[in-house]
């Protein structure tokens, strides 16, 4: 019998999942896959497993798959015999009927599971181990995992694209977590400058405030800071797309006049009490028109 790639990924996930009991984890497997076409296994646990007690049951795997052990199936008349013989034996307790003839798969001194399907004869036919991807849904871990040569170039392949990224943006390729924090910083130092500069203009009263193409969105927090500790002033803003106002509650902005003036060169949005905020065509008309009307309401209030 020739080996196919699923025989392989199947007695890797026996591997695996004793590789994570080992670990102490008290791990109940739901479901395992490892008959798809696309030759992808999925193992979905009951717990929420930690990414890096993952990582280490993969290494052991690999360990486990290249120190060849025998891969050897022994027939039981029932459960309790099968006990008997292995008492570390996996067996899935809702899916296995007591009183029937157990088929037992051992790798070695390693794992002993009750298992019908079909096994590698020694785990060096596996070849590799590599786990694709970890997700945590309702307090379950799924993960995905390929065998094989899969497993080799699907790491390749993840491997190149660090090598690209360091290439391209000349950093050193084992240091992408340093590089990654970094650039993190990085932004965030910007957006802290991005707000110190806005909060000074906005203190400047210098309204209109024409935002270029930042997102007017990202400051939402800082301009309801500025009015609720200025509520005499107003803040208008426009960037190449959006139009956001914001009157403080002691400003005399006549908001529903104002609205009704942007519609007519094309605002499209909402007006509330105190704020407006919608999408605007023309930003230059807009300016204008904010400018001329910021202007008269301050000299009606004179
Ligand atoms: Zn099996």
């Known amino acids: ?139 379950e871990t799924e993960i995905r995992f390929l065998s094989g040569l899969d497993a080799i170039l699907f790491a390749i392949d993840k491997k190149n694209d660090i090598l690209r990224l360091s290439l391209q943006n000349g950093f050193d390729p084992e240091r992408l977590s340093d590089e990654y924090s970094r650039l993190k910083g990085a932004l965030k130092e910007e957006k802290d400058n991005d707000i110190f500069l806005l909060e000074s203009l906005l203190n400047a009263s210098n309204m209109p405030l024409d935002m270029g193409n930042m997102r007017i969105s990202d400051f939402y927090r800082v301009f309801n800071k500025f009015i609720k500790e200025s509520p005499g002033k107003d803040i208008a803003v426009v960037s190449s797309s959006q139009i956001f106002v914001l009157a403080g509650e002691k400003s005399g902005l006549d908001i529903k006049r104002l609205s009704e003036e942007m519609k007519r060169i094309g605002f499209v949005g909402e007006a509330r009490q105190r704020t407006i905020n919608g999408k605007i065509n023309d930003k230059e008309k807009a300016l204008k028109l904010l400018r001329l009307y910021i202007r008269r309401e301050a000299k009606n209030a004179q």
């Open 1 to 139: 019998m020739s080996v196919s790639e699923n025989e392989g990924l199947h007695s890797a996930e026996h591997i695996f999942a004793r590789s994570l009991q080992n670990l102490g984890e008290e791990i109940h497997v739901r479901k395992a896959d490892t008959f798809s076409e696309e030759k992808l296994g999925k193992i979905f646990i009951k717990e929420n497993l930690d990414a890096e007690k993952v990582f280490v049951a993969e290494a052991d795997t690999n360990k486990v798959i290249n120190s060849n052990l025998k891969v050897n199936e022994t027939m039981f008349d029932d459960l309790n015999k099968a006990i008997k013989r292995f008492p570390k034996l996996r067996f899935n307790e809702e899916r296995l009927e007591k009183e029937k003839t157990v088929r037992v798969i051992s790798i070695g001194d390693f794992d002993f599971s009750a298992c019908i399907h079909k096994h590698v004869k020694t785990t060096k036919e596996i070849l590799a181990f590599s786990i694709c991807n970890i997700s945590h849904l309702r307090g």
